[in-house]
């Protein structure tokens, strides 16, 4: 995976109608017309543990997916969210932390699906139920270029739900930067105010609040139907 040259397969973005400018001060607000959705932590249930349990001592396991990352695999994987290469990174982390603590990052990447294990409980359904709706269903994440594609491999009905996604690592943006935020809007041709953004990290709830955008911290799919419903999205509710 990581020594076979980058595929840029999926859709970045679909050609759609301009939703309009941004609300100013009193104005009624306008009706949602599109939704966007962060992928790890929101579709798709990511878990690091999940990949290394069973593979690497216990032990290792445990610090590794430590909240306070004393391994540093989430800073380095931040980094190659932000567009930096796993070959050129890989150097530093290993000359940082060591050869065995970069054998595991290697095994890490090199099977990044088994990260990967499931869509989230009730998502696959809220995003046909928001297309059936006739609103625009778009993905925004902060993802590594060299490991994206497994996303749509695995779940091939995301790429079919999806209108378009932008890539962190593709762009050399990363949220919570306004830029990839406008980015967005810019490339899926439509309107801050007329669009929803769903994320798990309250940071990137707050880089989407200053550009303009509606957004909710995600927590379940019953949740964000929710939160839809009561901006007057006509959403059936569901058990």
């Not at 009624?28 to 001592?57: E, K, S």
């Not at 932390?97 to 998502?123: N, Q, T, V, W």
Request: glycine share 8%.
């Amino acid at each position: 995976m990581l020594g076979a040259e980058i595929r840029i397969d999926w859709p970045l973005y679909t050609d759609r109608q301009t939703k309009g400018g941004a609300m100013t001060g009193m104005q009624t607000p306008q009706p949602i017309h599109d939704v966007i959705f962060d992928f790890c932590g929101v579709l798709l249930d990511w878990q690091c543990r999940a990949c290394l349990q069973g593979h690497f001592d216990q032990a290792i396991v445990d610090r590794i997916c430590a909240d306070d990352d004393p391994c540093g695999f989430y800073h380095y994987e931040d980094r190659m969210d932000a567009g930096e290469d796993f070959a050129d990174l890989i150097v530093e982390y290993q000359a940082e932390y060591g050869e065995e603590l970069a054998s595991i990052f290697r095994y890490y990447i090199k099977h990044y699906g088994d990260a990967l294990p499931r869509m989230l409980p009730g998502m696959e359904a809220l995003l046909n139920d928001i297309r059936e709706a006739g609103l625009g269903v778009w993905g925004l994440t902060n993802w590594s270029h060299e490991t994206f594609h497994i996303a749509f491999e695995k779940f091939p009905q995301l790429e079919r739900l999806l209108n378009g996604t932008v890539v962190s690592g593709v762009e050399k943006m990363h949220k919570p930067n306004a830029d990839i935020y406008e980015l967005a809007l810019r490339r899926f041709d439509i309107s801050a105010q007329t669009s929803v953004f769903f994320d798990d990290t309250a940071k990137n709830i707050d880089g989407a609040h200053a550009v303009g955008l509606h957004a909710f911290r995600f927590t379940d799919a019953e949740q964000a139907r929710k939160d839809l419903q009561g901006l007057g999205v006509a959403l059936p509710t569901r058990d």
